[in-house]
T-cell receptor, first 110, second 113 residues
Framework: DAGITQSPRYKITETGRQVTLMCHQT?????MFWYRQDLGHGLRLIYY???????DKGEVPDGYVVSRSKTENFPLTLESATRSQTSVYFC?????????FGPGTRLTVL | KQEVTQIPAALSVPEGENLVLNCSFT??????LQWFRQDPGKGLTSLLL?????REQTSGRLNASLDKSSGRSTLYIAASQPGDSATYLC????????????FGKGTLLTVNP
């Protein structure tokens, strides 16, 4: 199917573990984004990427690492998960000025 | 730093009513304004995008306006239906090549049959 897919859709992990959230888009959009959504904060930008091998920090990058070796994939890694990283994570890509979002990954850190 | 506010946080209306959702932003240099819909447990669906050179956009029963000078955007929903029940988010896009979005916290709309 065309669009953005995220995996896993749900993940439970423990404090200190490394977790990678996957994002794949079929449109070949240059720009991709990672957001987190929390009650009381809304959506906040974690990292974004302008193209393969080009990434930059957003509003809340601490504790996260991204890579983009291929245009279609943009994985987000929590190197040592903390409880404060419990959230819903959304990946997005951009066509012109308009952004399109994936279905999200609900991550719980115990 | 751009800040986006949506009021009210929640709104409940009877079916058939016309309604307006409000979005305000602090930086008038906003490049575009995008409205999204989010159903519970789902991702965001793009509804309308208004670029800085435009004043409004329409799609079906939805009409969005943008007034940069007053720092406001509105989303008008005509003849509301129970299927319109969702959270509506607005997001301001900054200029340059990034078009990074700053989101409001959303308005939870409930349309009662």
């Amino acid at each position: 199917d065309a669009g953005i897919t995220q995996s896993p859709r749900y993940k439970i992990t423990e404090t200190g573990r490394q977790v990678t959230l996957m994002c794949h888009q079929t449109w070949s959009h240059s720009y991709m984004f990672w957001y987190r959504q929390d009650l009381g904060h809304g959506l906040r930008l974690i990292y974004y990427s302008a193209a393969a091998d080009i990434t930059d920090k957003g509003e809340v990058p601490d504790g996260y690492v991204v890579s983009r070796s291929k245009t279609e994939n943009f994985p987000l890694t929590l190197e040592s998960a903390t409880r404060s990283q419990t959230s819903v994570y959304f990946c997005a890509s951009r066509a012109g000025p308009e952004q399109f979002f994936g279905p999200g990954t609900r991550l719980t850190v115990l | 730093k751009q800040e986006v506010t949506q009021i009210p946080a929640a709104l409940s209306v009877p079916e058939g009513e016309n309604l307006v959702l409000n979005c305000s932003f602090t930086d008038s240099a906003i490049y575009n304004l995008q409205w999204f819909r989010q159903d519970p447990g789902k991702g965001l669906t793009s509804l309308l995008l208004i670029q800085s050179s435009q004043r409004e956009q329409t799609s079906g029963r939805l009409n969005a306006s943008l007034d940069k000078s007053s720092g406001r955007s509105t989303l008008y929903i005509a003849a509301s239906q129970p299927g319109d029940s969702a959270t509506y988010l607005c997001a301001g896009g900054e200029g340059g090549s990034n078009y990074k979005l700053t989101f409001g916290k959303g308005t939870l709309l409930t349309v009662n049959p």
